[in-house]
């Protein structure tokens, strides 16, 4: 499960950050910050061949000592980050991109509120209920 979630704006300023910890929250800001160098660089090389359009998730960004970046971008560049400790070895590919699903479909569901202005902080309850459902518990 995850450790920090966090969604990033188009214009690379953060939407939504969650983390589990509150006194490791300044590091994984750090952490999600600097993830988004290595997805910019996965979707300029993703936008040379047209038939990779299609895949959204950009798989592992970079693994530090404790824990592993994974990406994930939509269609209107709206980035998505998910940290996970690397001592969990029973999360596979498949359930990352599962989590991914997931998040897209809730921040979906969320945009499509008539009183959410695209841009803005995320500030919706079942939006922050999907993403605590991802989050690794005490």
């Known amino acids: 499960m995850a ?11 953060p939407l939504f950050i969650k983390t589990v910890h509150a006194e490791n929250e300044l590091r994984f800001y750090y952490t999600v910050h600097t993830s988004l160098d290595v997805v910019e660089e996965k979707i300029s090389s993703v936008g040379k061949n047209v038939n990779d359009l299609r895949e959204l998730y ?8 404790d ?18 400790e690397s001592t969990n ?9 599962s989590m991914f699903r997931k998040l897209h ?9 008539p009183f959410y202005t695209p841009g803005e ?7 922050e209920n999907t ?8």
Do not use: H, W
């Open 3 to 13: 450790v920090c979630v966090a969604v990033i704006a188009k214009e690379n300023y």
């Open 58 to 65: 950009l798989g592992l960004l970079y693994p530090t000592e």
């Open 67 to 84: 824990y592993k970046v994974y990406g994930y971008v939509t269609n209107t560049k709206v980035k998505f980050v998910i940290v996970v």
């Open 89 to 97: 070895s029973s999360l596979r590919d498949n359930e990352i991109r």
């Open 105 to 113: 479909n809730a921040y979906v569901d969320m945009i499509c509120n």
């Open 121 to 127: 902080n995320i500030t919706s309850k079942s939006f």
């Open 131 to 138: 993403v605590k459902s991802m989050m690794v518990q005490d």
